[in-house]
T-cell receptor, first 114, second 112 residues
């Protein structure tokens, strides 16, 4: 049973470009969470999705960031017109239910904006 | 809102030393509490958890007890190894839709 798969592991984008981060949850998991980890910081919740629905996006910046979890395929975190401050590690977690059940994390995507 | 405070790092210890990493929380209701570990270049792995007051979570020699009266969930290990060197995150879940609330992490360095 493969774990949570994120790709790419490393992503370099120039300012103004778009970044697409992918997350395939564990088999049987329909809940996906995205977190951002800035240098020397803990993880900050961004968004919680279930299949085809955004449940809570209270941690998402209001502009340039969007997320989806389609019926088929991975969850996508999309950052438009990236800026240097977007440089961070982005982690995806999945669970069977809400996070009172165990959440499994992917290895993260490290985004560098140059 | 929910918050987690854990001791600042880095924490540097010699092999076989006793480890305590403090964690306190603020939350409404009755959260579940977690410790996650992040090895260099890796994602987070669940180390242990406790879902109600006085529960003790344990794994790989690590332990933490859910103390509601002191709102704490301190991580302990009796004898650390070099391989325990990692960043440790304390977290809570209120069971709602806003995911886990994490502390800032404590970098643990174990010297041989």
């Amino acid at each position: 049973n493969a774990g949570v798969m994120q790709n790419p592991r490393h992503l370099v984008r120039r300012r103004g470009q778009e970044a697409r981060l992918r997350c395939s949850p564990m088999k049987g998991h329909s809940h996906v969470y995205w977190y951002r980890q800035l240098p020397e910081e803990g993880l900050k919740f961004m968004v919680y999705l279930q299949k085809e629905n955004i449940i809570d996006e209270s941690g998402m910046p209001k502009e340039r960031f969007s997320a989806e979890f389609p019926k088929e395929g991975p969850s996508i975190l999309r950052i438009q017109q990236v800026v240097r401050g977007d440089s961070a590690a982005y982690f995806c977690a999945s669970s069977r239910g809400t996070l009172d059940t165990e959440a499994f994390f992917g290895q993260g995507t490290r985004l560098t904006v140059v | 809102g929910n918050s987690v405070t854990q001791m600042e790092g880095p924490v540097t210890l010699s092999e076989e030393a006793f480890l305590t990493i403090n964690c306190t929380y603020t939350a409404t209701g009755y959260p579940s509490l977690f410790w996650y570990v992040q090895y260099p270049g890796e994602g987070l792995q669940l180390l242990l958890k406790a879902t109600k007051a006085d529960d003790k979570g344990s794994n790989k020699g690590f332990e933490a007890t859910y103390r509601k009266e002191t709102t704490s969930f301190h991580l302990e290990k009796g004898s650390v190894q070099v391989s325990d060197s990692a960043v440790y995150f304390c977290a809570l879940s209120g069971g709602g839709a806003d995911g886990l609330t994490f502390g800032k992490g404590t970098h643990l360095i174990i010297q041989p």
